[in-house]
């Protein structure tokens, strides 16, 4: 008998402490036919495409996170996550199946959130404030990728609220012989801030972060390596969201005839026209000096929901450049065969469906 308590009370025991951990198996699926006008030929005219995509209306993705409690409200908490195509089923980065999560760390309801490990740098945080939510043509098309990079190397904090705001900071070490990085490692230093204010009919968010170039540690291009500044606002009124914000990305030592700074403003309103569909409409607009020119992206879309996990969806947009510009739909660094020609529009339509688990 006494063999038999002493059992389920084992029994009992691992119960509890498996009662008090947790691991989730997560992702995301999008895919679906995109139309692109505006592309260069080789004839030295434009041309047009239909191609199937994945990612157009959220980057596909699957991942694990888990916590275990450690007692007195703190938890070590994981999280694994990577990108990858859904039409073809590659990995979204070479040689990397955690592409955009790689963390552990502790979490606690009073102290906050510390981290370690690869994350979405913390420019990411405008998601919130893109009235598209950076899918494949918004805010980050006409900053070309500038706001949507992953860090390694990270040590990150996440505060809890404190009367309506709280703090988030980033800081990740190039892990090269020069603190800023010197050609030895893929990244250099990335470091940033960011502060929310949050209230039942506004929300408020201010960004500083840098990306230094991991062959000499320098802020020396606008689209990748730089200083950036943002602030963003969320308005809801019933079923209607506004929202607007303005970004700008500063840069030095750049080569000549390059740009050195851009500026970017967008505004937009969501209407949640019923429970399960949702109609967008924005505008984004940036200026690059030194003769980068300036774009504007016209776009309406909207989703439909069929069940609490799957949506269908739809994106009609229009970039319209300056005499200079090459700024595309898509988010490409210069030089990239599917930017515009220079003065040349890029319109585009998409539909897709896309099923979260």
Do not use: C
């Given at each position: 008998?006494?063999?038999?308590?002493?059992?389920?009370?084992?029994?009992?025991?691992?119960?509890?402490?498996?009662?008090?951990?947790s691991?989730?198996?997560?992702?995301?699926?999008?895919?679906?036919?995109?139309?692109?006008?505006?592309?260069?030929?080789?004839?030295?005219?434009?041309?047009?495409?239909?191609?199937?995509?994945?990612?157009?209306?959220?980057?596909?993705?699957?991942g694990?996170?888990?916590?275990?409690?450690?007692?007195?409200?703190t938890?070590?908490?994981?999280?694994?996550?990577?990108?990858?195509?859904?039409?073809?089923?590659?990995?979204?980065?070479?040689?990397?199946?955690?592409?955009?999560?790689?963390?552990?760390?502790?979490?606690?309801?009073?102290?906050?959130t510390?981290?370690?490990?690869?994350?979405?740098f913390?420019?990411?945080?405008?998601?919130?404030?893109?009235?598209?939510?950076?899918?494949?043509w918004?805010s980050?098309?006409?900053?070309?990728?500038?706001?949507w990079?992953?860090?390694?190397?990270?040590i990150?904090?996440?505060?809890?609220?404190?009367?309506g705001?709280?703090?988030?900071?980033?800081?990740?070490?190039?892990?090269?012989?020069?603190?800023?990085?010197?050609?030895?490692?893929?990244?250099?230093?990335?470091?940033?801030?960011?502060?929310?204010?949050?209230?039942?009919?506004?929300?408020?968010?201010g960004?500083?972060?840098?990306?230094?170039?991991?062959?000499?540690?320098?802020l020396n291009?606008?689209f990748?390596?730089?200083?950036?500044?943002f602030?963003?606002?969320?308005?809801?009124?019933?079923?209607?969201?506004?929202?607007?914000?303005?970004?700008a990305?500063?840069?030095?030592?750049?080569?000549?005839?390059?740009?050195?700074?851009?500026?970017?403003?967008?505004?937009?309103?969501?209407?949640?026209?019923?429970?399960?569909?949702?109609?967008?409409?924005?505008?984004?607009?940036?200026?690059?000096?030194?003769?980068?020119?300036?774009?504007?992206?016209?776009t309406?879309g909207?989703?439909?929901?069929?069940?609490?996990?799957?949506?269908?969806?739809?994106?009609?947009?229009?970039?319209?450049?300056?005499?200079?510009?090459?700024?595309?739909?898509?988010a490409?660094?210069?030089?990239?065969?599917?930017?515009?020609?220079?003065?040349?529009?890029?319109?585009?339509v998409?539909?897709?469906?896309?099923?979260?688990?």
């Amino acid at each position: 008998m006494k063999k038999l308590l002493t059992a389920l009370s084992l029994i009992a025991t691992a119960t509890a402490v498996h009662a008090q951990s947790s691991v989730t198996l997560y992702g995301r699926l999008d895919a679906g036919i995109e139309y692109m006008s505006g592309i260069p030929s080789s004839s030295g005219g434009s041309t047009s495409r239909v191609r199937a995509e994945s990612g157009d209306w959220g980057t596909s993705l699957w991942g694990l996170k888990g916590a275990e409690d450690l007692g007195g409200g703190t938890k070590a908490v994981f999280q694994l996550e990577g990108s990858f195509n859904t039409m073809n089923g590659q990995l979204g980065a070479t040689n990397s199946i955690w592409n955009r999560w790689a963390t552990v760390g502790f979490a606690n309801d009073t102290y906050g959130t510390l981290l370690f490990g690869r994350e979405l740098f913390i420019s990411n945080g405008l998601w919130d404030f893109d009235p598209f939510g950076q899918t494949s043509w918004s805010s980050g098309s006409l900053v070309r990728g500038r706001n949507w990079p992953q860090s390694s190397n990270n040590i990150s904090y996440q505060s809890p609220k404190f009367g309506g705001f709280d703090f988030y900071g980033q800081y990740a070490l190039s892990n090269a012989t020069n603190w800023n990085g010197n050609g030895t490692t893929g990244q250099g230093r990335e470091a940033g801030v960011q502060l929310t204010y949050s209230a039942a009919l506004f929300q408020l968010r201010g960004i500083y972060d840098e990306i230094r170039n991991p062959a000499n540690g320098g802020l020396n291009d606008v689209f990748q390596y730089s200083r950036e500044y943002f602030a963003g606002a969320n308005v809801f009124l019933g079923p209607v969201k506004l929202q607007a914000a303005y970004q700008a990305s500063h840069a030095s030592g750049v080569t000549a005839g390059t740009p050195s700074t851009t500026q970017l403003e967008w505004g937009g309103v969501t209407w949640q026209a019923t429970p399960a569909a949702a109609l967008i409409g924005a505008v984004y607009h940036v200026n690059a000096n030194h003769g980068g020119g300036n774009a504007t992206i016209y776009t309406v879309g909207g989703s439909y929901n069929l069940s609490k996990r799957t949506l269908l969806d739809v994106q009609v947009a229009q970039v319209r450049n300056s005499k200079t510009g090459t700024f595309s739909l898509e988010a490409n660094l210069p030089g990239n065969a599917d930017n515009p020609l220079a003065g040349h529009s890029q319109s585009g339509v998409y539909a897709g469906i896309q099923h979260s688990f």
